[in-house]
């Protein structure tokens, strides 16, 4: 069973920083690709960035380009989101998921989230003053 839990979010001032964590089970991390997302009050999910099975690809939306980053440790079955010079525009509820389409070890700009599965529950992320 393919599965990943969201954790780490919290409330932020403008400007701050936090790292999400995105823990992965039922599978190991250099199978699949993992995307984090977000969704806010009113919008879509939209895709924020995505690391290969691999690790030697990744991508973030422009949006937060230059300001996140995403890693993993594979030993501990753990791909990270750090997420500095934190914008109110960057509330939302961030969730991680597993590429689960034909190409599922890669990912491909602008992540599609009906290419995605096995969502987490995901994680809250408030950047207010």
């Known amino acids: 069973q393919l599965q990943v839990v969201e954790s780490g979010g919290g409330l932020v001032q403008p400007g701050g920083s936090l790292r999400l964590s995105c823990a992965a089970s039922?599978?190991?991390?250099?199978?699949?690709?993992i995307g984090w997302f977000r969704q806010a009050p009113g919008k879509e999910r939209e895709g924020v960035s995505c690391?290969?099975?691999?690790?030697?690809?990744?991508n973030y939306a422009d949006s937060v380009k230059g300001r996140f980053t995403i890693s993993k440790d594979n030993t501990k079955k753990t791909v990270y989101l750090q997420m500095n010079s934190l914008k109110p525009e960057d509330t939302a509820v961030y969730y991680c998921?597993?590429?689960?389409?034909?190409?599922?070890?890669?990912?491909?700009?602008?992540?599609?989230?009906?290419?995605?599965?096995?969502w987490g529950q995901g994680t809250q992320v408030t950047v207010s003053s």
């Open positions: 998921a597993i590429k689960r389409a034909r190409l599922f070890r890669l990912c491909v700009y602008p992540s599609d989230p009906s290419d995605f599965g096995s």
């Open positions: 039922g599978f190991t991390l250099d199978s699949y690709a």
């Open positions: 690391i290969s099975s691999s690790g030697s690809s990744r």
